[in-house]
């Protein structure tokens, strides 16, 4: 389905995987991705991020992100399905992907645009969600303009073209309890 939002090319495609393997492909990554708690300087003190993170990705391909420098660790087994599935479903080449595991509704990303040079100017960017359904937001940066979307277990979320130019978007703590949730944005690092 195209989410028609203006200066963006959005695409959602809420069963991607079905409810039972979005479950199993959860435990798997749970537990078998390594998950390191990064920290980050901000206004001159060092604070724990909001969620823990992985990145997976061609020969040691390096990305920063937020200050940090990410060194990809090699591929998974379990991940390689994943990436070609979504690599056929897209016709693109990805090469990394950043997980981030959310444990809990405080666990959040706040307002971004996945604009890192390393990403070139148009990127596309794979989003899948598993565990815990959440909601993205996203801003446009000049109008201002915000949209949600409920991002469900097994979903796909594709932002190609002009959205990361146009559009910032984060995903939001909450107060009401939220059991974890694991995402997984491919991304191609151009080198
Ligand atoms: O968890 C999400 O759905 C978004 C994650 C994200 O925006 C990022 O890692 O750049
Ligand atoms: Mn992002």
Known sequence: MKISLPDA?????????????ATAL??????HLLWRQDDIR????????????????DNH????????TLTAQPWATSLLALKSRISDYC??????????????EN???????DNEPELGKTPTIASLSFGAEREFQLKHISTK????????????????????NSWQHCLPKRTAKIAPRI?????KIIT
Request: no cysteine; hydrophobic share 40%.
């Open 183 to 187: 995402n997984l944005t491919f991304r």
């Open 145 to 164: 303009t915000k949209e949600s979307i409920m991002l469900a277990p097994g979903s796909l979320l594709i932002m190609r073209g002009n959205t990361q």
């Open 91 to 104: 016709h693109h080449d990805f090469n990394a992907v950043l997980a981030n595991l959310y444990r809990s």
């Open 42 to 57: 901000m206004f001159g003190k060092t604070v724990k991020i909001p969620r823990l993170q992985a990145w997976y990705g």
């Open 9 to 21: 090319d959005i695409e959602y495609i809420e069963n991607f995987y079905s409810i039972n393997e």
């Open 107 to 113: 666990d959040s990303v706040g307002w971004h645009s």
């Open 26 to 31: 959860f435990d798997i990554f749970q537990q």
């Open 61 to 68: 391909l390096r990305y920063r992100y937020s200050n940090m």
